[in-house]
């Protein structure tokens, strides 16, 4: 069984940053990718950003490249997401996925994730 708990959300101002984080246990973390996914108000839920189990190597959706970091600490079992230049659309909670089966890549896929935190809302005010 794999627990994830997300925190840092909360309410900014567009155009500025901030820090999410995803603490796991349950499973040996540095052996598996992780992934952010976001779902706003009335939409489906929507991939952000994943990295693979060594930190080498990320996938961002095209919306957020450029804008936002996904890292990983495997000493703390926590990933990261750094978000800069929010924008009001990206109002969501955003979540925290583990992988079903143990693979070790930055999957895109939703289908692929089958552990999820609680998610943090993160609320974008012009």
């Known amino acids: 069984q794999v627990h994830l708990v997300e925190s840092g959300g909360g309410l900014v101002q567009a155009g500025t940053s901030l820090r999410l984080s995803c603490a796991a246990s349950g499973r040996t973390f540095s052996q598996y990718g992780m992934g952010w996914f976001r779902q706003a108000p009335g939409a489906e839920r929507e991939f952000v950003a994943a990295?693979?189990?060594?930190?080498?190597?990320?996938n961002y959706a095209d919306s957020v490249k450029g804008r936002f970091t996904i890292s990983r600490y495997d000493a703390k079992t926590t990933v990261y997401l750094r978000m800069n230049s929010l924008k009001t659309e990206e109002t969501a909670i955003y979540y925290c996925?583990?992988?079903?089966?143990?693979?070790?890549?930055?999957?895109?896929?939703?289908?692929?994730?089958?552990?999820w935190g609680q998610g943090t809302q993160v609320t974008v005010a012009s």
């Open positions: 996925a583990a992988p079903t089966l143990s693979f070790g890549r930055a999957s895109a896929y939703l289908s692929e994730y089958g552990y």
């Open positions: 990295i693979n189990w060594s930190g080498g190597s990320t």
